[in-house]
């Protein structure tokens, strides 16, 4: 049974930037693409930014350009860093499959809150 355990999230304000780490129980990452999502109050869960197993990456519009996703193989670890937020980034943060028709039991997720 895999585990995803998603950390890093704060309270930041508009502009500010932070790294959101999601580290897997066992190694993954090269079986499928890994995706960050996130959802809001009120809002279904959305995908914003997607590694595939080849490393290639693609982010929402709303994301692209202020959002990088990346991993770490050896740490069984995907990273999110988010510059220049947003106040409409404001969310709970998950990590989990890509690109699947199933997927990993839902972690905990983290959540990030941008507010001056």
């Known amino acids: 049974q895999v585990q995803l355990v998603e950390s890093g999230g704060d309270l930041v304000e508009p502009g500010g930037s932070l790294r959101l780490p999601c580290a897997a129980s066992?190694?993954?990452?090269?079986?499928?693409?890994m995706g960050w999502y996130r959802q809001a109050p009120g809002k279904q869960r959305e995908l914003v930014a997607v590694?595939?197993?080849?490393?290639?990456?693609n982010y929402a519009d709303s994301v692209k350009g202020r959002f990088t996703i990346s991993r770490d193989d050896a740490k069984n670890t995907v990273y999110l860093r988010m510059n220049n937020l947003k106040p409409e980034d404001t969310a709970v943060y998950y990590c989990?499959?890509?690109?699947?028709?199933?997927?990993?039991?839902w972690g905990q997720g983290t959540q990030v809150t941008v507010s001056s």
């Open positions: 066992i190694p993954i990452f090269r079986l499928s693409a």
């Open positions: 590694i595939t197993s080849s490393g290639s990456t």
């Open positions: 989990n499959k890509a690109y699947s028709n199933s997927y990993y039991d």
